[in-house]
Each structure stands twice: as structure tokens, then as C-alpha cells.
């Protein structure tokens, strides 16, 4: 089955270039186009219907560059707003969520930290989601200000530094194995955060199991791009497009677009 419609992507910045290198990665024929809404980040201290209405208002404008598939590469808008796109809007979504599932299964310690933004960690349907492990002792820390700091193009600064540490330390002395990171742009934080923690806390996302869901329903339900067809990646930003260039390492084309 071929479709060669694009895949769109949104997220509230540039974090969610984290689940498109997974999913470029493992379908590299697939044309893309991703939305980065950073005039309007951090979603994850805005209030629910205001989510779900940047997650339509973003969902329109992928919608009118004829993607076949949208991927909601922002854990806080998947965990406020899918379920309403799902029924607003007839495309299939794949949503983001803290992988939380793998880091309970194999705990040894039988302590996970998450960390997230207010945005995931209030919502129903993380809720719903840590109610499946209760004999895990999950410890839970807002993200306050690094998302801001990631969109300012400042992962390696004294303030990321010291933010990090102010959120991590109490997880490693409660003894956790598993740090879930729930937010998409917290990837960007790996080479700072193994720093902090010791060798033996593993670091878990959900990057590439969105990638292999996406594989699957195009697969099964939609279909893939022609193979023998070069592919094009465009992305788009509402805010300066310094950053979000930097962080693709100036190989692709990115338009700064109002909407």
C-alpha cells in the first residue's frame, strides 16, 4: 500500500525534533513536515482547553499541508488533548506519553523518578497510567524552566546545571534505577543529566516506540512512500529559528511561519 502524503508532526518547540530524528531514523523515505509552536511554549503550565485548543489550531495547519498520519510529539499535549483530536479530526494520531510502563517493569528497586511538566503530571491520563503500577513507588518532579531554557537555545548553561541538580538529587536519594523522562524535549538533556546520575540509574523515553508505532499504522492502515523517491524535511517555527536550526545542525530547511 503506498501513500505518499507526508507525516506532520507538532509540538509546543523544538522538543519534539527528539521523537522525528527516532522516526526519520527508522522511515527515511517518508517526507515530513514538523510544527514547532515555541511563540506559545512552555504548554505545560497552561490550562487544559487552552492545550486542546493550541493542539487544533496546530492540528489544522498540518491538516492543510495534506499529512496522512500526526504525530503529538509533546507529552503534554498527548496527555490533555488526543483524545479530544481523535474525535474532532478523521486522521490517526500517535500520542506521546512517559514511559512509564518499561521503567516499572524492570525496576529492581522498585523506585522510578519521573520527571515532567505540570502540564503530563496533572493530567487524567497519566493518572490513569501510574494507577497500573501502585506497588511502584514513583517520584514525581515538575520540570519548572527547563523547557524555557531548552527553547533559548541554553542546555549546557550554569542555570540548566543547577536546575537539574535541584530536581534530580532527591531522586538518587530515594533510590530510584529508572529516570522517565516525560517531556520531549528533555532528550536534549541526556548528556547533562549523566552527569548527575550514577552509572547504575538508567534514563528511559518514549522516542522509539512512538517511531515504531508510527511505522506500524502506516503500515497497516495507511501506507508508506514510494521507497525509490528522495525525501524532503521541512520544518516550521513560529519564534526565531536560531535554535531550532541549531539543533537540526543546519541540514534542513526551516521556515518561520506565524500562525
Excluded at 511538566?117 to 501502585?134: A, D, I, P, R
Amino acid at each position: 500500500m503506498i501513500n505518499n502524503n507526508p507525516i506532520g508532526l507538532f509540538d509546543s518547540g523544538i522538543g519534539g525534533t527528539s521523537i522525528w530524528k527516532e522516526i526519520h531514523q527508522l522511515l527515511p523515505y517518508e517526507d515530513t513536515f514538523y510544527l514547532a509552536d515555541s511563540a506559545n511554549a512552555p504548554y505545560g503550565q497552561k490550562t487544559k482547553d487552552e492545550i486542546i485548543q493550541l493542539s487544533c489550531k496546530n492540528t489544522e495547519f498540518l491538516l492543510n499541508l495534506n499529512c496522512k498520519i500526526i504525530v503529538v510529539a509533546c507529552n503534554t499535549a498527548t496527555t490533555n488533548a488526543i483524545k479530544e483530536l481523535r474525535t474532532k479530526y478523521d486522521i490517526p494520531f500517535i500520542g506521546i506519553e512517559p514511559a512509564i510502563k518499561p521503567a516499572a517493569l524492570h525496576s529492581q528497586t522498585q523506585k522510578i523518578g519521573i520527571l515532567a511538566t505540570k502540564g503530563t503530571l496533572n493530567s487524567e491520563l497519566f493518572y490513569k497510567n501510574v494507577e497500573q503500577f501502585q506497588h511502584i513507588k514513583i517520584i514525581e518532579q515538575i520540570g519548572f524552566g527547563l523547557v524555557e531554557l531548552i527553547e533559548n537555545g541554553k542546555i549546557y548553561s550554569s542555570e540548566m546545571t543547577k536546575l537539574l541538580k535541584e530536581y534530580l538529587t532527591p531522586m538518587i536519594a530515594s533510590n530510584i534505577d529508572y529516570l522517565v523522562l516525560g517531556c520531549s524535549h528533555y532528550p536534549f538533556l541526556i548528556p547533562q543529566i549523566k552527569k548527575i546520575l550514577p552509572s547504575n540509574i538508567k534514563i528511559i523515553d518514549s522516542g522509539e516506540a512512538v517511531a515504531k508505532q508510527t511505522k506500524k499504522i502506516l503500515n497497516e492502515k495507511i501506507g508508506l512512500r514510494e521507497i525509490s523517491k528522495q525525501s524532503s524535511q521541512i520544518f516550521y517555527t513560529n519564534s526565531t529559528t536560531n535554535v531550532l536550526c541549531d539543533i537540526l545542525e543546519n541540514k534542513y530547511e526551516v521556515i518561520h511561519k506565524p500562525f
